[in-house]
């Protein structure tokens, strides 16, 4: 096994990267093989995707599932041999179908087919062990050696970021947001990566690509999200659990979290959110189900504490799922869509009765908590709704500067820098935050300068378009770039979401953004050089120094 694809991978004689029976993550060897095999079958079945869009040939059902079964390879998602080789032996159904398809327009057209190489004619072997043998030509780090490792970097920084822009698209595709043109886009570059490119520019250039698909991307989900479920409005939230049986859901599929609500409409239980589902909060079509009680619990990495003491049943809609037995509530938590866990039940349809029969099951909580509130909402609307006042405030001279601390949470103890760099922030700057970092801080008090309080969750990391439109507003009221803006990004990334998120910044010119709490591991020092370079892109280093800087830039 190889894989460096998130931030707590492990260093190992070999290089940066988990390569050793299991990854930090919990996922297997056989588990990471079967990922890379499925990712090559994937990048086969893009290659015929492609070819046939040539004779106009577009099939909804392979452009929805490539994106989707490629975002069960993401961190924390999927862990389950069985689905991940069911995945790709569809791709390679879906390859042929495709194949066949495209073979017969080039024989009706009296045109010569192409000859399938590489991924676009590997044929998956019979059995998971023979899977395993096979697993060396798929591996993500295949070349090493023969290629620099600047080049192996770039292919895993397009690799990895299309893989995040992959978790997008399909997060936009369960809301009713599907392009074939972004599509078409998405498989050329799938098909492009499957043939192991080796230039630098180009490779350099496709990471622009993606970060710019990825705008357009963030866009469709923004709308899917705003036009199912109204645009979020500025809500308090109560984090403390109240007495009844009860339901968590976390992940960002808001849709699930829909569907539970209406399900559990006066039934007595309790829905609460967890990490990425807290915006939920926010939206008219979700606030208004009296039962979505509250938000429990924190970040992805504090679930084998949070989840174990949490008494009903919990849902895993997306990422982060981490190993459910270290706190024993393995027969109590539920998948959904390409998350999975071995043993764990897998909800496949819209009927949750099996998670509410296990809520009921279970003692849920006691008594109520005294009540602790946090305001959630400041998405796309709201920002611009405030945008005047906020304006006028910086021209008043009242709001010095804005800092968006966003990105994931995750276990390292260096990731202690964003709540000291929120708390040490002065108190005439405003903080924008988005994801799921901001459990580290969000629950404190901020306070506000003139009514306008000085933290702002904008949502989860899906929602960074909402941070960008922000941005593009103040730029133009003040007549200035972005990049001139009094305005400066700290993100934390962990997983590949986060990679696409900081392409598509870097792709529409933000520059000087820091980020931490370690760059990644598949970033060569020349390709960091090359980042700083062009975009100022930086690590974090302490927070005296970070705020010194940014405040009074040179
Ligand atoms: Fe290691 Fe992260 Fe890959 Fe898991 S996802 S194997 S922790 S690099
Ligand atoms: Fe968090 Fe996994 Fe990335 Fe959506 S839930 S931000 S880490």
Known sequence: MFCVQCEQTISSPTGKGCSYAQGMCGKTETVSDLQDLLVYALQGTSFYAEKAREFGIIDPVVDAFVPQAFFATLTNVNFEADRISGYARKAQAYRQQLREQYEQACAAAGRQPVVPEGAAAF??????????????????????????????????????????????????????????????????IMAWLGADPDDMQQLLGTSMAIGKLNYRVMEMLDRGETEKFGHPEPTQVNVKPIAGKAILVSGHDLCDLKLILEQTEGTGINVYTNGEMLPAHAYPEL????????????????????????????????????????????????????????????????????????????????????????????????????????????????????????????????????????????????????????????????????????????????????????????????DCGVNELPLNLVLSWFEQKAIVVLLTLLSLGVKNIRVGPSVPGFLTPNLLAVLNQEFGLMPITTVENDLKAMLNPK
């Open 123 to 188: 044929r998956l072997a019979i059995d998971t062990p023979s899977l395993r043998t096979q697993a060396p030509i798929a591996a993500v780090n295949r070349g090493k050696g023969k290629v620099s490792d600047d080049i192996l970097g770039l292919r895993l920084l397009c690799l990895y970021g299309l893989k995040g822009a992959a978790a997008y698209m399909e997060h936009a595709r369960v809301l009713g947001q599907t392009s074939a043109e972004v599509a078409g886009e998405f498989h050329h």
């Open 287 to 478: 606030k208004k189900f009296k039962h979505l009680a509250g938000n429990y619990g924190s970040a992805w990495q504090n679930q084998q504490k949070e989840f174990a003491a949490f008494p009903g049943a919990i849902v895993m809609t997306s990422n982060c799922l981490i190993d459910p037995n270290v706190g024993s509530y393995a027969d109590r938590i539920f998948t959904r869509s390409i998350v999975g866990w071995p043993g764990v039940a897998h909800i496949e349809g819209d009927d949750f009765s099996q998670v509410i029969a296990c809520a009921q099951s279970q003692p849920g909580f006691q008594y109520d908590e005294i009540p602790h509130k946090i305001t959630v909402g400041f998405g796309r609307n709201a920002l611009m709704a405030a945008a005047p006042a906020v304006i006028d405030q910086v021209k008043k001279g009242n709001i010095r500067h804005f800092f968006l601390v966003g990105g994931c949470d995750g276990d390292k103890s260096e990731r202690s820098y964003y709540e000291a760099f929120t708390q040490a922030a002065p108190k005439d700057t405003v903080i924008l935050t988005l994801a799921c970092g901001k459990f580290r801080f969000n629950k404190k008090q901020f306070g506000d300068i003139n009514g306008i309080p000085r933290l702002l969750d904008i949502g989860q990391c899906n929602d960074s378009y909402s941070a960008i439109q922000l941005a593009l507003a103040l730029a133009k009221e003040f």
